[in-house]
Structures are given as structure tokens and as C-alpha cells.
């Protein structure tokens, strides 16, 4: 089994920055990769970026290229997701994911670990 905690959510303005963390214990964290996804109230749960177990291999959804940037400290078994330029659009409850194998997934069903989310908050 795989633990994931995520932290660093809040309220923040439109325009500004906010650093989520996902701390992550039970199993070797660097074989995993690993996805930060988000669920709106209203919407379906989409992901918004994900890594692969090395870290070479990265992924973004089209509505946070360029304002996102997900990373990861396999020393720290921790994964990071820096939001930048944030828009009220991007409020939603933010979820870190992890699978079994080391390769990059963009399907929710395809990972196996889940936390249990941080809110994110944009005014306008």
C-alpha cells in the first residue's frame, strides 16, 4: 500500500501562485509514477499533470500548459505541482494519484493510489 498526503491548497487571487505537495510513504516512491488531478464541483475529475517514476517523462493538459509545472524529489518521496497565473477556472479540489509502474498515465482508472485531496481556491 501507498499513502499519499496531499498539502499547500488555499485561497489565493486571480494572478497569483500556489505550490501543492503530495508527501508520499509505504512503498519505494521512486518506481511510481505519479498525476495530480482535480475535480470542480459539478465536473468530472480531469488530470492535470503527471510524471513519470524518473522524472524525465512529464504531462499537461492543455488548460495549465505553460502555468503549471509538476516535479519530484524521489529522496523526499514527494511530488510537487507549482501553479502559476492561477484563474478562477482552476478552483477545484486537487488530488495526487500514483501507479504501479514508472510510466505516465492520463487515465484516472490507470492509477492506484489516491489522497484525499487539497482545496484550491481562485477569486477573481
Known amino acids: 500500500q501507498v499513502q499519499l498526503v496531499e498539502s499547500g491548497g488555499g485561497l489565493v487571487q486571480a494572478g497569483g501562485s500556489l505550490r501543492l505537495s503530495c508527501a508520499a510513504s509505504?512503498?519505494?516512491?521512486?518506481?511510481?509514477?505519479m498525476g495530480w488531478f482535480r475535480q470542480a464541483p459539478g465536473k468530472e475529475r480531469e488530470l492535470v499533470a503527471a510524471?513519470?517514476?524518473?522524472?524525465?517523462?512529464?504531462y499537461y493538459a492543455d488548460s495549465v500548459k505553460g502555468r503549471f509545472t509538476i516535479s519530484r524529489d524521489n529522496a523526499k518521496d514527494t511530488v510537487y505541482l507549482q501553479m502559476t497565473s492561477l484563474k478562477p477556472e482552476d478552483t477545484a479540489v486537487y488530488l495526487c494519484?500514483?501507479?504501479?509502474?514508472?510510466?505516465?498515465?492520463?487515465?484516472?482508472?490507470?492509477?492506484?493510489?489516491w489522497g484525499q485531496g487539497t482545496q484550491v481556491t481562485v477569486s477573481s
Open positions: 510524471i513519470s517514476a524518473s522524472g524525465y517523462n512529464t
Open positions: 509505504g512503498r519505494t516512491f521512486s518506481n511510481y509514477a
Open positions: 494519484a500514483g501507479r504501479s509502474t514508472s510510466l505516465i498515465a492520463t487515465i484516472q482508472r490507470e492509477y492506484d493510489y
